[in-house]
């Protein structure tokens, strides 16, 4: 069965902290994404790499970084994490079309 | 870049009903279209994908139209349940991005 595993499901950092939000998939999937998740907002794409060592920016890349240094891995970085990212984050994979998404990871900045 | 509009945040319905959520966009026609449910604290799960030269896709209960025309999805749950309520969420090829969200609630 397909996989995406998002190493936490809840965090609770304080503003100026450094955070590292990580995604994991089985699948062998070429195209990895990020997006946030805020009420009213839906889903807004943060960064996004269809391949190893590859990113582009997303719509909302302000404040973030990622990292890809294998294929199956693909990392989100808040270099100092401030209140207004507290968020629902998700991560998803695709080869090409239907997108698999993990479970999310809740980030409260205080 | 594309605008992508789910015309209601909230659509209330009858159990037995069909439910019926729109999603439209601004610019190009995408290759193709998807549809995702969501459940509170979860990720978003893939229903169905329809391609730009197919005008309807059927799975069960659930039917979703393409009319590049018009630059609109129309995505049907037939014979609605309480257990569809969820939010459901259009997304464009390409770029994956998504629709807001329509959160669709059926009462018993």
């Known amino acids: 069965d397909v996989k995406v595993t998002q190493s936490s499901r809840y965090l609770v950092k304080r503003t100026g902290e450094k955070v590292f939000l990580e995604c994991v998939q089985d699948m062998d999937h070429e195209n990895m994404f990020w997006y946030r998740q805020d009420p009213g907002l839906g889903l807004r794409l943060i960064y996004f790499?269809?391949?190893?060592?590859?990113?582009e920016k997303g719509d909302i890349p302000e404040g973030y970084s990622v990292s890809r240094e294998k294929k199956e891995r693909f990392s989100l970085i808040l270099e100092s994490a401030s209140t207004n990212q507290t968020s629902m984050y998700l991560c998803?994979?695709?080869?090409?079309?239907?997108?698999?998404f993990g479970e999310g990871s809740r980030l409260t900045v205080l | 870049s594309q605008k992508i509009e789910q015309n209601s945040e909230a659509l209330n319905i009858q159990e037995g009903k069909t439910a019926t959520l729109t999603c439209n966009y601004t610019?190009?026609?995408?290759?193709?279209l998807q549809w995702y449910r969501q459940d509170p604290g979860r990720g978003p799960v893939f229903l169905l994908l329809i391609r730009e030269n197919e005008k309807e896709k059927r799975k069960e209960r659930l039917k979703v139209t393409f009319d590049t025309t018009l630059k609109q999805s129309l995505f049907h749950i037939t014979a609605s349940q309480p257990a569809d309520s969820a939010t459901y969420l259009c997304a464009l090829s390409g770029d994956m991005r998504f629709g807001a969200g329509t959160r669709l609630t059926v009462k018993p």
């Open positions: 998803a994979s695709t080869w090409s079309g239907e997108l698999f």
């Open positions: 610019n190009y026609s995408p290759a193709y």
């Open positions: 790499s269809y391949d190893v060592k590859m990113k």
